[in-house]
């Protein structure tokens, strides 16, 4: 049970890291509450069953064509969508709410209901002291840990990786230092999208695709991001990592823990907003203090 335990708060915290740091990101530099997050990650995981069972292409060209639709889906929706709202808090929040709606209903109205499944990239496993390890688990667990390393280095080599991090830092700074603010935040929006797209395409051979798949890790990836600290990418890798064993302890250890875990998570995300507001590692923003 303790390997059961390991194998699945990786993969879990793996997925929550993804979701989490894409969704700190967009909040960290433009400000935003990307309700909708998780819902692209839907639409991508829809997008390699459509390109996989529906046109029969292979699994890696349906992967990189999901995740380059949604990304520009992303980019569509933040130009014409969000940007015109951007300084309205609540409207934003409003709006990707319904935005996220809106994609869960047009899945459901070309692919229905129903539960449907995309086959692994790789079949197998191995047995360590009578655990099964799939090699498909391993190869989620290398791909999320790869993308991560390529996003740390994008953020600390990179010119763009400095502007995204001047604007998370400090808008009006950034502005004065001849940062275009607008294009920076598009860019970022695009990788934030891009990041959930990728956990949508890796996980999906792990999962049930179905057009409420957003709602669940929503709830998740909220609870990490608050534990973590509102825009602090650190927090939501720590976090994630966090509440992915605490889901997997539940799971495991509780009868019926499987039906709880969205309630832990929003009793822990409860407990740090009384506790510590701003999370381990979030700091109060200037304008709020």
């Known amino acids: ?34 309700i909708a997050h998780t819902a692209f990650y839907m639409v991508a995981a829809y997008c ?33 969508f969000i940007e015109p709202i951007r300084e309205h808090e609540a409207a934003v929040l409003i709006g990707t709410i319904a935005l996220a709606i809106a994609m869960q209903e ?6 229905t209901g129903d539960f449907l499944s995309v086959p692994s990239l790789v079949g197998g496993f ?13 190869l989620t667990f290398g791909a999320v840990v790869a993308v991560l390393l390529a996003l740390w280095l994008m953020l600390m080599k990179t010119r763009l990786g400095l502007a995204i991090r ?5 808008r009006e700074v950034a502005n004065l230092m001849g940062i275009n603010e607008r294009l920076v935040a598009m860019a970022t929006m695009g990788i934030s999208v891009g990041l959930a797209a990728f956990t949508g ?45 605490t889901e997997a302890l539940v ?32 700091i109060a923003f200037e304008e709020e203090r």
């Open 1 to 34: 049970m303790l390997l059961d335990i390991v194998v699945s708060g990786l993969i879990s915290g793996s997925m929550f890291a993804l979701l989490a740091i894409g969704f700190s990101l967009i909040f960290g530099v433009a400000r935003i509450v990307n």
């Open 48 to 80: 390699i069953f459509f390109f996989t069972q529906r046109m029969g292409l292979g699994s890696i060209i349906s992967m990189l064509l999901a995740i380059v639709m949604v990304i520009c889906l992303g980019l569509l929706t933040y130009r014409f």
């Open 106 to 111: 047009v899945m459901l109205l070309i692919f």
């Open 126 to 138: 191995f047995s360590i002291m009578n655990v099964k390890i799939f090699y498909q688990q391993l």
């Open 166 to 170: 001047c604007m998370a830092e400090d």
């Open 201 to 245: 395409a890796v996980v999906v051979p792990l999962t049930i695709v179905n057009p409420f798949m957003w709602m669940e890790p929503l709830i998740i990836m909220m609870a990490v991001v608050v534990l973590g600290g509102l825009g602090s990418l650190k927090g939501s890798f720590l976090g994630a990592y966090i509440l992915g064993f």
């Open 251 to 282: 799971v495991f250890l509780i009868p019926k823990g499987a039906f709880l875990k969205g309630s832990v998570a929003l009793s822990i995300m409860i407990l740090v907003l009384i506790l510590r507001p701003e999370g381990l590692f979030g």
